[in-house]
């Protein structure tokens, strides 16, 4: 049973390059959710979603794109990526039924240079 | 504004002692509390979660706390494990879609 698996690890980017964040979950969880982590700070709510084909903005949604074609996956897009969204995103999910806790991937760590 | 506040970056103590680990937060719409524990280059793990109808929730070594009228919750250890070093995070529940408000995290570590 993987959980939540993150796709990938590591990459480093240009600045105005673009790329996709995958996430993916093997628990039939409805609800996910997309954090960024940066240092000194507690992970944020980019965006989420709450079932397949719908998602909503977080706390910190700008300059981020996010799809969930499937239940399983949910994918972060960053379209034309600047210095300022270096930092470490992880994917989460949940099961929507009574106080549920959150499930986290490892993590991606991203670098745009 | 945050929302969710954990004033100490740091904390140490030794083996066999009580970790406390402090939480504040100010929106009254949070309605359940969680602990995260995190070590380095992974994600973070659930560790202990407590329901604002409730003031205690004791899991094995660890105690969440509830304050309601302080606004506060707090996460004691006993005793404090060497493998407890990690940073801690608390979090607030909010929203239909549960969405989480994280503190910045305290770093413990414990010392043999």
């Known amino acids: 049973n993987a959980g939540v698996t993150q796709t990938p690890k590591f990459r480093v980017l240009k600045t105005g390059q673009s790329m996709t964040l995958l996430c993916a979950q093997d628990?039939?969880?409805?609800?996910m959710y997309w954090y960024r982590q940066d240092p000194g700070m507690g992970l944020r709510l980019i965006h989420y979603?709450?079932?397949?084909?719908?998602?909503a903005k977080g706390e910190v949604p700008d300059g981020y794109n996010v799809s969930r074609l499937k239940k399983q996956n949910f994918l972060l897009g960053l379209e034309s990526a600047a210095p300022s969204q270096t930092s470490v995103y992880f994917c989460?999910?949940?099961?929507?039924?009574?106080?549920?806790?959150?499930?986290f991937g490892d993590g991606t760590r991203l670098s745009i240079l | 504004d945050q929302q969710v506040k954990q004033n100490s970056p740091s904390l140490s103590v030794q083996e066999g002692r009580i970790s406390i680990l402090n939480c504040d937060y100010t929106n009254s719409m949070f309605d359940y509390f969680l602990w995260y524990k995190k070590y380095p280059a992974e994600g973070p793990t659930f560790l202990i979660s407590?329901?604002?109808?409730?003031d205690k929730n004791e899991d094995g070594r660890f105690t969440v706390f509830l304050n309601k009228s302080a606004k506060h919750l707090s996460l004691h250890i006993v005793p404090s494990q060497p493998g407890d070093s990690a940073v801690y995070f608390c979090a607030a529940s909010w929203g239909s879609a549960r969405q989480l408000t994280f503190g910045s995290g305290t770093q413990l570590t414990v010392l043999p």
């Open positions: 989460a999910s949940t099961h929507p039924r009574g106080n549920q806790p959150q499930h």
């Open positions: 979603s709450v079932g397949e084909g719908t998602t």
């Open positions: 628990m039939n969880h409805e609800y």
């Open positions: 407590i329901s604002s109808i409730k």
